[in-house]
Every structure is written in structure tokens, then in C-alpha cells.
């Protein structure tokens, strides 16, 4: 809906699918070490035709082609939704208002496929691992339940304006970030130009990986760093803030994290409200903390154990689990059939 004024259709989706697969492919490509020529570059320059490169010339080309109609297809439906006039204000169609050239318009599709890309199974990794939390720790989730009751009541749904009346969903979101790492071990970087880095000599050229799932659960910075515990960033002696790592780092760093852009450096905090990514987080668990009760699941009346692990990949998500979402009273389901309501 933002990159594009598209809704997504419940059950299967074409240009989720899409996007999926481009993803799954990616997640592939962007672990160094999955093909040869990531450790061996000039294998890159032997004939296509040579036995052992045939299958893999074959697997880009088939990947290429996914790409680019993962860039192309729901552009090509915001384009023509923006000339119909039934324009739903999207990235795209702010970014078709004024005249643009080819150039443009190429830009345009890659920004905006970019954005549905990397935006899109990173956030979804998180809102997994936050219904994963609340299934395991029901209390956690009564508190935070307890702070939405007391500072919204339950006559309407949570808003972005809320977040700052909210410090316990606020950690709990900090919470959400560090105890599954989205991306553990970031995204491989390469280094330009020969560096010394505390006395270690970096080539120009070598890859640099950072470890951050470790940042995120080093047991010197966070106590007890496999359970899930948003009070460690509450009280006078917080835990240090996880989105300083999850987003990445330098001037590649995470654009969704806007505050790359207004000087974010070690010391400064995360500006909360001017980041999509952390935003849409937000507001994904205080709506289900609202209106929805998350828990185990009760099979003949045995309660079924989720499975609590992830998968490897660049973008790391809870393995499928099972759990029970139901609303938290009347009230909550009008709430949430109004809300459906005004979506159509
Ligand atoms: C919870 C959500 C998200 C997480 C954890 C996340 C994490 C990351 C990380 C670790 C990187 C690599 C940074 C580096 O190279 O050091 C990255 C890059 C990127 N992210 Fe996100 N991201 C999230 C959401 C988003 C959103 C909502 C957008 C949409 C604007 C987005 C767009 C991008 C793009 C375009 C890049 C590539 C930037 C570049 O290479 O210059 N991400 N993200």
C-alpha cells in the first residue's frame, strides 16, 4: 500500500509471491560463500558453456528474470492506476505526479521495488517474532495489555501519536529487535580502500561481516540475553538501544532507519516517528496488543508447545509456529470490524 496504493490479497497474492520468491533467491545469493565464484571471482570469466557453470549461468538467468518482474509488474499496476485517476496516494504515484523521462521512471520502479523488498520481509520478521514472544510470555503481554488499557482505554485503536505515552510497548518493540536478530549477520560489505582497524590490517577488497546477531545477545551488554525481557530497557540503567545495530551501519545503513540522515552516530538515539521501519513495528504490536489476546494453542485440550527457532538466511524469521490470536472482548472485535470497514 505505500510503495504502491496496492492491497494485498488474503491467501495468495501475485505480487507477494513474487516478491517472496526474489527474496528466498536473494537470501541465497547475499550469504557469501553459497557459490563458488563468491570465494573465487575470476570464475565468473570462464565460458558459460564449460561443465559445472552451465547449471549455474542458468539459475541467475532464471533469477534475473524474477527480479525484474518483481521491479516491473507492480509498477507497471501503480502506473496505470495513476492514468486511470483512481490514484492511491503511494511512493509511486507522489513520485509519477510530476513529468518524468525514462531515466526517471527506471529509477522510479527500482526505488520503489527496493523499498517493497527490503522493507516488506524484514518487518514481517519482526511482527513474527513479537507474536512468538507474546505466545511464551503472557505476562509480558498482560503488562503491556494493562499500559494500553490504562493510557487509551478501549474505546479506540492505538496511533503513532500515542508512542510517547507508552514507554513499556515502546521497550517491548526494543525487545522485539534484539531478541530474534532480523538480519544476523547484517548485509556483507566491501571495503574500498585499505584500512587498519585496532591494529588489524584490512585489504582493500575484503569482505567485512558483521556479527550481529552476537552484538545483540552478548551476555556482558544485555543480562540473560536469550529471554525476552523489555524491562532491561527501562529504569535508570537501560540496555543499550538494539536499533544502533540491527539497522546496519556507515552510509549504507538501513534508509528505513531515517535518522541515518540527521546525523544518527553511536551516542545519539534513534528518532522515534521518523522511521518507517521502526514505525510500522510499533504500530503492528500496540494494534495486536489492543484489540487481540495471543497464546498457545489448545489441541484436546493439550496445549501445544510453539517451536521457538529461526531460520538462517540474510533475513532471519521465526520457523513456522503455531498460536492462537483472538479478540480481547466485544469491544475489541467492533474495533476491529470498524477498522475493517473503513479499509474498504
Ligand atoms: C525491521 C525492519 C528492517 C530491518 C531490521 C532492516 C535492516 C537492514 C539492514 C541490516 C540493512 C543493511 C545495512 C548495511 O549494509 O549495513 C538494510 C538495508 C536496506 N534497507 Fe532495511 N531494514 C528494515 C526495514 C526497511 C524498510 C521499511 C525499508 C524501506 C525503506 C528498508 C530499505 C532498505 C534498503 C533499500 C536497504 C539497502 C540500503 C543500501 O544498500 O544502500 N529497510 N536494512
Not at 494485498?8 to 497474492?13: A, L, N, P
Not at 501503480?78 to 483512481?86: C, E, L, S, V
Not at 577488497?205 to 536469550?226: E, F, K, Q, R
Request: glycine fraction near 6%; aromatic fraction near 10%; include cysteine.
Amino acid at each position: 500500500m505505500i510503495t504502491y496504493g496496492y492491497s494485498v490479497q488474503e491467501g495468495s497474492d501475485h505480487f507477494v509471491n513474487l516478491a517472496d520468491t526474489v527474496m528466498s533467491n536473494f537470501a541465497l545469493a547475499g550469504s557469501p560463500g553459497t557459490f563458488m565464484v563468491d570465494i573465487v571471482p575470476v570464475l565468473q570469466y570462464l565460458p558459460k558453456w564449460l561443465p559445472g557453470m552451465r547449471g549455474y549461468w542458468k539459475t541467475m538467468a532464471s533469477w534475473r528474470k524474477e527480479t525484474e518482474l518483481m521491479f516491473d509488474e507492480p509498477y507497471q499496476f501503480a502506473k496505470a492506476q495513476f492514468k486511470n485517476n483512481g490514484i492511491v496516494p503511494s511512493l509511486v504515484s507522489l513520485l509519477l505526479e510530476s513529468e518524468i523521462s525514462c531515466t526517471d521512471e527506471a529509477n522510479i520502479k527500482l526505488t520503489a521495488g527496493s523499498l517493497y523488498g527490503a522493507g516488506a520481509d524484514t518487518t514481517v520478521s519482526a511482527n513474527y517474532s513479537f507474536l512468538l514472544a507474546m505466545t511464551l510470555n503472557s505476562s509480558i503481554q498482560a503488562k503491556a495489555q494493562e499500559e494500553i488499557d490504562k493510557v487509551i482505554g478501549n474505546s479506540r485503536l492505538p496511533t503513532i501519536a500515542d508512542r510517547d505515552n507508552l514507554p513499556y510497548i515502546n521497550a517491548l518493540v526494543k525487545e522485539v529487535f534484539r531478541w530474534n536478530s532480523i538480519t544476523p549477520l547484517g548485509m556483507p560489505h566491501r571495503v574500498i580502500r585499505d584500512d587498519i582497524h585496532k591494529g588489524y590490517f584490512i585489504p582493500k577488497g575484503s569482505t567485512v561481516i558483521v556479527n550481529a546477531w552476537h552484538l545483540l545477545h552478548d551476555p556482558d551488554v544485555y543480562a540473560d540475553p536469550l529471554s525476552f525481557n523489555p524491562n532491561r530497557f527501562l529504569g535508570d540503567n537501560p540496555e543499550r538501544d538494539p536499533r544502533k545495530i540491527v539497522f546496519g551501519f556507515g552510509r549504507r545503513i538501513c534508509p528505513g532507519i531515517c535518522s541515518a540522515y540527521f546525523g544518527f552516530t553511536d551516542d545519539s538515539d534513534v528518532i522515534e516517528g521518523l522511521n518507517l521501519a521502526d514505525t510500522s513495528v510499533f504500530i503492528f504490536c500496540a494494534l495486536s496488543l489492543a484489540v487481540f489476546n495471543v497464546s498457545k494453542v489448545v489441541r484436546d485440550g493439550v496445549v501445544v508447545e510453539p517451536i521457538c527457532e529461526w531460520e538462517t538466511g540474510v533475513v532471519s524469521h521465526p520457523k513456522d509456529f503455531e498460536c492462537s490470536i483472538k479478540p480481547r472482548s466485544a469491544k475489541a472485535r467492533e474495533l476491529i470490524l470498524m477498522e475493517e470497514d473503513s479499509l474498504k
